[in-house]
């Protein structure tokens, strides 16, 4: 059961150069979600998706467009990489079905750690 | 919108010795509450949750937290700490209305020496 997975792991990017960072979760949850860490700052949510089909802004949502792309993936895409983007970022699931077992936590990934220089 | 403060950033503590780390909060509504923990290199996990009903509530590792409503807290306990409990601890709060949007602290270091 391999929960939440990311991809890539690490990325070294320059100035303005594009990418897009891989989410997907295989335990049919309907709510994902993407938040980067800083040091001292703790995590801070980008933008999530509460079902297949609808995305919104979460607290620092500049510079980032997101993709569900299905039940399964949720990708986050930074069109023109910034040296503030540094950080790592966690891709996030949950269930979010009342009454289910496990529905009010959220399952993180291990974090994908990208550097702009 | 909702805030939470991590009172300490750094705590070392002696291995066997009691641990808390501190966590208040502000909310104009009614919230969920959480502590993660992540060890290095690692993604987050979930010791404990408040989401109703009693104040103390017990988590994995032998951690606890109580729930103080009137000064706004969500302390997190444990009686004898383990070398293996070294990592960093976020508390984090939900605002009721959805229990993935998290707003997280800063982050506790927890650093248990020999």
């Known amino acids: 059961n391999a929960g939440v997975t990311q991809t890539p792991k690490f990325q070294v990017l320059k100035t303005g150069q594009s990418m897009t960072l891989q989410c997907a979760q295989d335990?049919?949850?309907?709510?994902m979600y993407w938040y980067r860490q800083d040091p001292g700052m703790g995590l801070r949510l980008i933008y999530y998706?509460?079902?297949?089909?609808?995305?919104d802004k979460g607290e620092v949502p500049n510079g980032y467009n997101v993709s569900r792309l299905n039940k399964r993936e949720f990708s986050l895409r930074l069109e023109s990489a910034a040296p503030s983007q540094t950080s790592v970022y966690f891709c996030?699931?949950?269930?979010?079905?009342?009454?289910?077992?496990?529905?009010?936590?959220?399952?993180f990934g291990a974090g994908s750690r990208l550097t702009v220089l | 919108a909702q805030s939470v403060t991590q009172l300490d950033s750094q705590v070392p503590v002696f291995e066997e010795a009691p641990v808390e780390l501190r966590c208040n909060y502000s909310s104009s509504v009614s919230v969920y509450l959480f502590w993660y923990v992540q060890y290095p290199n690692q993604g987050l996990q979930l010791l404990l949750k408040y989401l109703s009903g009693s104040t103390l509530v017990k988590g994995i590792n032998g951690f606890e937290a109580e729930f103080n409503k009137s000064q706004t807290s969500f302390h997190l306990r444990k009686p004898s700490v383990h070398i293996s409990d070294t990592a960093e601890y976020f508390c984090?709060?939900?605002?009721?209305?959805?229990?993935?949007?998290?707003?997280f602290g800063q982050g506790t270091i927890l650093t248990v020496h020999p």
């Open positions: 996030a699931s949950l269930r979010g079905v009342t009454g289910s077992s496990g529905a009010n936590v959220l399952t």
């Open positions: 998706s509460a079902s297949e089909g609808t995305t």
């Open positions: 984090a709060v939900s605002g009721g209305t959805s229990y993935g949007k998290l707003t």
């Open positions: 335990m049919n949850h309907n709510s």
